[in-house]
């Protein structure tokens, strides 16, 4: 009888540390079309929903009525954790690699990397409230800054 206690409760103490993993539904609030200023550009990206565990997001900067860069962006239920990939194509730009979750709250997700190289270090995406969205960005030389979107129209 002990040994079948602690069989079930080490069954529950997997199957609670199994659904613990963050799931991609939880980035929901993501989903929409935002546009915002980044110095003298705008951006403008496009989320679609989240579904068959992933998320996805094209990006495009303008700058002077011209685009200047694209950037595809993916977010994907992988082991336990949630990770983002993503390309930008443009002049002089290489792609980039992974980023990992690290954190998650309510309308909140912040993405690392876990190296040193390829540019980015941190990634913050914010919900701000219905209209407004928000990334703060982290790059591998220390800079920060935030792209503050909201709704067009």
């Keep these: 009888m002990l040994r079948l206690l602690l069989i079930l409760s080490l069954f529950s103490f997997t199957a ?7 799931r991609i539904d939880s980035l929901a609030w993501m989903t929409g079309t935002w546009a915002g200023p980044l110095g003298e550009s705008v951006i403008e990206e496009v989320w679609t929903a989240p579904q068959a565990g992933s998320i996805s997001a094209a990006v495009r900067f303008l700058r002077d ?5 694209f950037e595809y962006i993916t977010i994907a239920e992988e082991g336990q954790t949630l990770v983002l990939r993503l390309m930008q194509w443009g002049p002089g730009m290489q792609p980039l690699k992974e980023l990992h979750l690290v954190s998650q709250g ?7 990397s876990p190296g040193s190289d390829g540019g ?7 919900r701000e409230s219905e209209d407004t969205f ?7 030389e220390g800079n920060n800054f935030k792209i503050a979107m909201r709704r067009p129209g």
Excluded: N, Q
Aim: positive net charge; charged residues 25%; without cysteine.
């Design 16 to 22: 609670a540390h199994a659904d613990s993993a963050p």
């Design 65 to 69: 009525k011209k685009t200047t860069m």
């Design 106 to 112: 309510k309308g909140e997700a912040t993405f690392a």
């Design 120 to 126: 980015l270090s941190r990634l913050i995406y914010r």
């Design 134 to 140: 928000s990334v703060e960005v982290t790059t591998t």
